[in-house]
C-alpha cells in the first residue's frame, strides 16, 4: 500500500530539503563518488571536483550524473553539499590549525581525496597533535588503502600517513595500519633492502604499544586489549623486532600445551618458533599438530607451522597436503597459508600444477573447488605470474564450477599487477629517504 516515493515526500516535508531528488541518485546510479579536494592550509576557498570512484583504473564510466553529496566537513563551509561535477566553495578561516576533513567521522558516503601535498601534511600535523578522531583516523587510512588501488593516489601517499600515526591506541585504527602495512609490504617482499627499511619503520610505528602491552593476558582485559596485543605484537615479530623475536622464542621453548600461552599472543609464539626456531623447534610444533584433537587449536598451530621460511620444512608440509595427517576439510587452510607465505609461494604453486589431478578428484563436487584458482588471485601481482596462471587455467575454463573463479582471479591479478607497475619504484625511493 506504499512505496519508497512515499518515504522520500515524508522526509522531504518534513526536512524542508528535496530528499526524493537527493536519494535517487544515490538509489539508481551505480558505485560512489570520489570527491578529489585542492585546498591549500589557510585559503579561504578550495576546488571540489567529483567523479565515480573506480577500483580498477583500466576501466571505463559515465560520470554525466552527479550525486549530491553531502560534505560532513570539519571546518564551516559555504556549501554543505556537492550537488554539481566542479564547485568552488569557501571555507570560514576557523582555527587555521584544525585539519580540514571531509566525510567528518563518516557522516557522507564518499571519497575524499586531498590533492595537495601540503594539505595532506597538515592532516598528519594534526594526527600528531591528536586533533583528530579515532574514526576520522581509520577513514583516513581506509580511503587512502582504496585510494591507491584504484590508481587515484600512489602508496607513497598512504606511507605519508602512516608516519602520523606512532604511538597509535585504537585497536580498530591498527587493523587499517596492519592492511596499510601488508599492501607496502608485498611491493617490496622481493627486495631485501627496502624490506629492511620497511621493518625499521613498523618497528617504530608498533614496538613500544606491543612492548606496553606485554605477551600475558590478564584477567581485565577488554576484547579490544586482547585483540591489540596480538595484532601488534604479530606486527613486531613480523618486522623482525628483535626484542620480541627472542621473547617468542624463548616462550615457544618453555611450553608443552596451548595453554601453557595467552591465547592472544599464543599464535605469534607458534610463529617464532616455525619461522625463527631450530629444526626441534619445528618438529615439536609438528607432533603438537599431530596429536592434539581440538580443531580450534590444531588451526592455530596449522597458521604457524606454514609460515616457515627455510625450503626443507615448507617442503615437508607440502608433502603432508595429500596425506591422512591434515584432514580434507583442513588442507585448504593449509595451502592459503602456504601460497601466501611468500617463501613458499613458488613451491605452493608448482604443487598445485603438479597435483591438479588429485585436486580436482578430491574437491571437485565441493563448492571450495573454485578456491584454488581464487587463493591464487589473491596473492599474484606479476606480470610473469598472470602469464603462468593464465598459461596453467586457461584451458580449465570449461569446467563449469570454476571458470568464474579463474576468470576473477585474472582480472584480480591483472588490477595487482598495474597497481605494482605505479608504485614499485617511489615506495623503494620513498622508504630509502627514510
Known amino acids: 500500500n506504499t512505496e519508497a516515493s512515499d518515504l522520500w515526500e515524508a522526509l522531504s516535508a518534513s526536512s524542508q530539503q528535496d530528499i526524493n531528488s537527493f536519494m535517487q541518485k544515490w538509489l539508481n546510479k551505480p558505485g560512489y563518488p570520489l570527491v578529489s579536494v585542492d585546498w591549500q592550509p589557510g585559503a579561504s576557498e578550495l576546488k571540489l571536483e567529483q567523479k565515480r570512484f573506480l577500483s580498477d583504473p583500466a576501466a571505463k564510466s559515465d560520470d554525466s550524473e552527479p550525486w549530491q553529496v553531502p560534505l560532513a566537513a570539519t571546518k564551516p563551509m559555504g556549501e554543505t553539499a556537492l550537488t554539481k561535477p566542479k564547485a568552488t566553495i569557501s571555507v570560514e578561516p576557523e582555527n587555521d590549525e584544525l585539519p580540514l576533513l571531509l566525510n567528518h567521522d563518516g557522516h557522507s558516503y564518499f571519497l575524499p581525496h586531498y590533492q595537495q601535498a601540503s594539505h595532506l601534511q597538515h592532516i598528519v600535523n594534526g594526527i600528531k597533535r591528536h586533533e583528530v578522531d579515532a574514526l576520522d583516523r581509520l577513514l583516513l587510512l581506509d580511503n587512502y588503502i582504496m585510494l591507491q588501488r584504484g590508481g587515484v593516489s600512489s602508496t607513497t601517499e598512504l606511507l605519508d600517513l602512516l608516519s602520523a600515526y606512532e604511538g597509535e591506541s585504537s585497536e580498530t585504527v591498527w587493523g587499517l595500519l596492519a592492511l596499510s602495512i601488508a599492501e607496502t609490504r608485498r611491493l617490496v617482499e622481493t627486495a631485501p633492502e627496502s624490506e629492511k ?46 626484542s620480541v623475536i627472542d621473547e617468542g622464542l624463548r616462550r615457544f621453548k618453555d611450553f608443552t600445551k596451548p595453554s601453557d600461552l595467552s591465547a592472544s599472543t599464543r599464535t605469534i609464539v607458534y610463529f617464532c618458533g616455525a619461522r625463527y626456531g631450530s629444526q626441534a623447534d619445528f618438529d615439536k610444533l609438528l607432533k603438537l599438530y599431530e596429536t592434539i584433537n581440538s580443531a580450534d587449536e590444531k588451526d592455530e598451530i596449522a ?41 613458499a609461494r613458488a613451491s605452493a604453486w608448482q604443487w598445485l600444477q603438479t597435483n591438479w589431478d588429485w585436486v580436482q578428484e578430491e574437491f571437485s563436487s565441493d563448492k571450495s573447488f573454485g578456491y584454488f584458482a581464487r587463493f591464487c588471485g589473491g596473492v599474484f601481482s606479476t606480470d610473469a605470474e598472470l602469464k603462468e596462471f593464465t598459461a596453467f587455467f586457461e584451458a580449465k575454463k570449461s569446467i563449469v564450477a570454476i571458470a568464474r573463479n579463474i576468470t576473477l582471479a585474472e582480472q584480480e591479478i591483472a588490477s595487482r599487477a598495474a597497481w605494482r607497475a605505479r608504485n614499485e619504484a617511489a615506495v623503494k625511493t620513498w622508504l630509502a629517504k627514510q
Not at 219 to 241: C, H, N, P, V
Not at 315 to 330: A, C, F, H, V
Open 303 to 343: 597458521s604457524g607451522l606454514t609460515s616457515v621460511k627455510a625450503p626443507e620444512r615448507y617442503e615437508k608440509l607440502l608433502g603432508l597436503l595429500k596425506t591422512d595427517t591434515i584432514r580434507r576439510q583442513d588442507m585448504m587452510h593449509w595451502y592459503a597459508w602456504l601460497l601466501r607465505n611468500r617463501h
Open 197 to 242: 627499511q620497511l621493518d625499521a619503520l613498523v618497528e617504530r610505528l608498533v614496538l613500544s604499544i606491543a612492548e606496553g602491552l606485554g605477551w600475558d593476558d590478564k584477567a581485565g582485559d577488554s576484547a579490544q586489549t586482547l585483540r591489540l596485543r596480538g595484532l601488534t605484537i604479530s606486527l613486531a615479530a613480523g618486522a623482525k623486532a628483535k
